[in-house]
């Protein structure tokens, strides 16, 4: 199984599209898509994700071969999590990305080709706040960081929840590794974020003081893929999102297994991985009006914080009805 790794650390937005552009010839040289295929017959589809807990359906898939079994060759490109994932599907170095509804929507606005084809897992309890130690109200914090996505709207979220304009925070933009080093050396008060790197600032000076849910907020992951290659390939994404379905359950059943898979595919510890396992619903549906009733919830939120400069089409991004007809 190939994997490929990218790190954005340090990155500014010059440099992720910098990076973007290397990132589609290194991949195009070597490695075959979906419209060729792999040594054994079958097409090959690049799937972005991050490297956490919450993607122990892909992990386990792979480790039991259950999308070889369904008659497509699946590479996992591993990114540091955040809109990295879309933003490789954007670039073409993957034809489909899981990411959250949060972090999705802005990508939409700057790809229009963007397209959500389902859910496959939410939370509300799997992103936290971390606090410095000392520090002991929300009223004291007066610098955070954040990744991209769903990381900034649950920051802002938290901050409004708490009386506090964001705009009175320095909200530093960093990646999930470098995070909680940046609160153990003092430089930053708080941070919201997922596992396992929530965790880790709980043991690096600081004290985890709730989860997202406390102050409203509740993601949703997507399967996306850009419509240039959808289109000519429904059939293929609809194999992977059936494979995803089920290996949901197997989650849901066996989170042993699928922890021990986790740590073959991202080094986790297993023990780590399997007491967050139960914070995440692995459930696929398809896209419903709910969701994009939140959705427009969403980019409002980041219009009215001049996060976003116009929405996308909802309409046309989330593809209600994909799901049942492709993947159930």
């Not at 979906?34 to 807990?53: E, F, I, Q």
């Not at 304009?165 to 909200?171: A, G, L, N, T």
Request: with cysteine; aromatic share 6%.
């Amino acid at each position: 199984m190939h994997t490929e790794k990218i790190s954005r650390r340090g990155a500014t937005a010059v440099g992720c599209t910098a990076l973007a552009l290397v990132l589609v010839t290194a991949c195009s040289a070597g490695t075959t898509d979906s419209a060729g295929v792999s040594a054994a017959g079958k097409p090959t589809v690049r799937v972005a994700l991050g490297v956490d807990a919450s993607y122990a359906p892909f992990y386990l898939a792979v480790e039991r071969g259950m999308f070889a079994k369904a008659g497509v060759n699946v590479e996992l490109v591993k990114t540091e999590g955040g809109p990295a994932a879309s933003e490789a599907v954007s670039a073409g170095t993957a034809q489909i990305s899981a990411n959250a509804d949060s972090t999705a929507l802005p990508l939409m606005v700057n790809n229009p080709d963007l397209r959500a084809l389902g859910v496959f897992q939410s939370s509300d309890r799997y992103l936290k706040v971390v606090l410095r130690d000392g520090i002991k109200s929300p009223k004291q914090i007066r610098t955070m960081a954040s990744i991209g996505g769903l990381g900034l709207y649950s920051t802002h979220r938290y901050l409004q929840h708490n009386g506090i304009d964001p705009k009175s925070v320095k909200i530093l933009q960093s990646s999930p590794p470098e995070i909680p080093g940046m609160l153990e050396q003092g430089s930053i008060d708080a941070y919201v974020l997922f596992e396992p790197w929530a965790a880790r600032g709980d043991a690096a000076g600081g004290h985890i003081a709730g989860t997202i849910g406390d102050f409203g907020v509740k993601y949703v992951q997507w399967l996306l893929a850009d419509q240039s290659w959808l289109k000519d390939n429904e059939e293929i994404a609809g194999k992977i999102f059936k494979v995803v379905a089920a290996a949901d359950k197997l989650v849901t059943d066996d989170p042993a297994a699928a922890a021990k898979a986790t740590k073959q595919q991202v080094k986790l510890p297993e023990e780590q991985t399997e007491k967050v396992l139960p914070e995440i619903t692995f459930t696929a549906r398809g896209i419903d009006d709910a969701d994009v009733a939140e959705s427009k919830k969403i980019v409002d939120f980041y219009l009215v914080q001049k996060l976003v400069k116009k929405s996308p089409e909802l309409g046309t991004t989330l593809l209600k009805g994909w799901y049942e007809q492709n993947a159930k």
